[in-house]
Structures are given as C-alpha cells and as structure tokens.
C-alpha cells in the first residue's frame, strides 16, 4: 500500500506529526494480515508492504509465525515493535522511524533489512536471535538509554553490515557467530566513559573497521576468533601504534594460527604485540620475544579509547 504523496520533505517520518488520517494504519490490522487474515491464492507469494504509513499502537508480534514477507518503507511507528520469540521471512523496515525493536530469541529464514532508518528512544534487541540471511544497518541510527545494540549470542549464517551506522550508545556482540564477516566501514558508535564496541567471543571471518571508522569509547575483542580472510582498520583519531590488530587464519584442520593483518608491519610494545602503520617495501622486523596473547592465539586487541589506550 502506498500512501506516499510525492513530496520528499513531507514524506519524511520525520513529519509525520503533520500527516493526515488518512495515512494511519492501526497495528490491529497489520498483525491480522501478517497472520493470514487475507490469504493470498494458492501458489502466489505473500507479501505485506506499507510505505509512507503512521503506525499507531504497540506492534506486538511475540511468539508469532509469519510466513509472509514484511516490508515498511518511510513509515513512523509510534511505539516499539516486539518480536520475542517469532518466526518469520524476510523483515525490512528501511527509512522509517522506530522507538526500538525487541527481538530476543527471533527466527529469521531470511534477511533483517533496516537500512536507513532511526530507532530512537529504544535499543535493537537480538539476544539469542537465529538469523539465515543477513543483517542490513547501513546508515541507519540508532540511540539507546545505554547500549544500542544488544546482540549477544546472536547466531547468523550470512554477514552483519554496519556501514556508517552510527550509534548512541554502545554495539554489543558478546559470543556472536558471524561466519560472513563484520563490515563496520565508516561506522560511528558514541559511548563516551563505555564500551563503544564490546565484541568478545565473536566468531567471524573478517572484521572491517576501515573507511573513517570512529569509536568514542572502549573497543573490546577480547578471545574474538577472526578464522578467514581479513582485518582491516583505519581508526580515525588514532596515531598507527594505537591500532592493535592481530589475525587468526586456519593452519590445518580445526586450527587457527595468528598471523599480522595484511599491509602491516608488527611490533612488540611491553607484552602486546601490535601492528603500527604500512610495511615498508621489503622490511621483516623479528619479533624479539612472543607475547602471552601471541603464543595463546587470541585476538591481541583488548581496548581502544578515541584519543588514548
């Protein structure tokens, strides 16, 4: 359903405080049809979308199965969305405005589309979250009381694509599985005295950080497992020895073995072992000594502030 009327300012969610009735839609009616109150015919795909439509009410979908597809294009819901504990296709809410979404436990068979889009007021919840696609963040905003993004324990099968997003608070992945890699390129997550990135336990096959990446607060990989390709970081605000990074690649069946990060020369800094700035055409520096956290082959990075370590 469209309800757009052409006109980008007047279209945004932004004003839609200035919308006519005629673009709400109660939440009564979306969860009906969500769940089957209009069946399309046998054989045609099912699919809901709404552009440019006022949500009014709370979109309850706890415990839910939704077989349908759910699309929101320039929406505004006026309260936060639940979906604790549902199974469904394909979510993408892109250009909209939410007060937060709840997704513990939630069973995704595709894609989490949220490009674009303002949660305000509220965090993204995807604690314990199943996910078979991937998870889209790109240039959205999103602002917590405290923590942006809890997805501890979040178990996906594609990739977490956070590019320029930017944060009010801290993005927590304790203990993902992110076996297509973490793009944050361009990324900024604000949580100045916290955590900014708290990424312990993560598993993953690559780790981008690069582009502008900005982190006002604590940066924590603590025992991340990077078994793959790469990790690329260009941490602005940070001189080249402030950026610790050390890769894990696979060294036979069932290992990983930790190696620097591509284009980067390693240095021994106390007992950290660090990568500080491009090699210089044919430079090997030796290691003097091994670092504990080298010799274990845990992710060397422990913190980085914005400005200091």
Same mark, same amino acid.
């Given at each position: 359903m469209e309800l757009r009327t052409g006109m980008s300012e007047a279209d945004e969610p932004a004003a839609a405080g200035q919308w006519g009735p005629e673009r709400s839609v109660r939440t009564a009616v979306v969860k009906a049809l969500l769940l089957g109150a209009n069946d399309q015919r046998s054989g045609a795909v099912a !699919?809901?979308?709404? !552009?440019?439509?006022? /949500?009014?009410?709370?979109? $309850?979908? &706890?415990g839910a199965e939704i077989c349908h597809t759910f699309s929101l294009e320039g929406c505004r819901l006026e309260q936060a969305?639940?979906?604790?504990? !549902?199974?469904t296709r394909t979510i993408r809410i892109t250009n909209s405005w939410v007060p937060g979404i @709840? !997704? +513990?436990?939630?069973?995704? +068979?595709? $894609?989490? $589309?949220?490009?674009?889009s303002v949660l305000e007021g509220g965090s993204l919840i995807l604690i314990n979250a199943r996910m078979a696609g991937n998870l889209h963040l790109a240039d959205a905003r999103i602002s917590g009381p405290t923590v942006a993004v809890r997805a501890s324990g979040l178990v996906m099968e594609g990739g977490f694509f956070d590019e320029r997003l930017i944060t009010q608070g801290g993005l927590r992945l304790p203990g993902a599985q992110l076996p297509r890699g973490l793009f944050l390129q361009g990324a900024r997550l604000e949580n100045r005295g916290g955590v900014a990135l708290a990424a @312990?336990?993560?598993?993953? &096959?690559?780790v981008d950080c690069s582009h502008g990446f900005t982190a006002q607060g604590v940066v924590r990989l603590r025992r991340a497992r990077i078994c793959g390709s790469r990790v690329a970081t260009s941490h602005r605000g940070l001189p080249h020895a402030r950026q610790r990074v050390v890769r894990r690649s696979p060294a036979g069946p069932g290992r990983c073995r930790p190696r620097q990060a591509s284009g980067f020369r390693r240095l021994e800094t106390g007992k950290r072992t660090v990568a500080a700035g491009p090699a210089r055409p044919g430079e090997r520096r030796p290691l003097r000594r091994r670092s504990r956290l080298h010799r274990s082959g845990d992710l060397a990075t422990?913190? /980085?502030?914005?400005?200091?370590?």
């Open positions: !699919a809901l979308r709404l !552009a440019g439509a006022r /949500i009014t009410g709370r979109l $309850d979908l &706890s969305m639940s979906l604790h504990g !549902a199974t @709840g !997704a +513990e436990l939630v069973r995704i +068979e595709d $894609d989490l $589309d949220l490009r674009r @312990g336990h993560v598993a993953t &096959s690559t422990r913190r /980085i502030h914005a400005g200091q370590c």
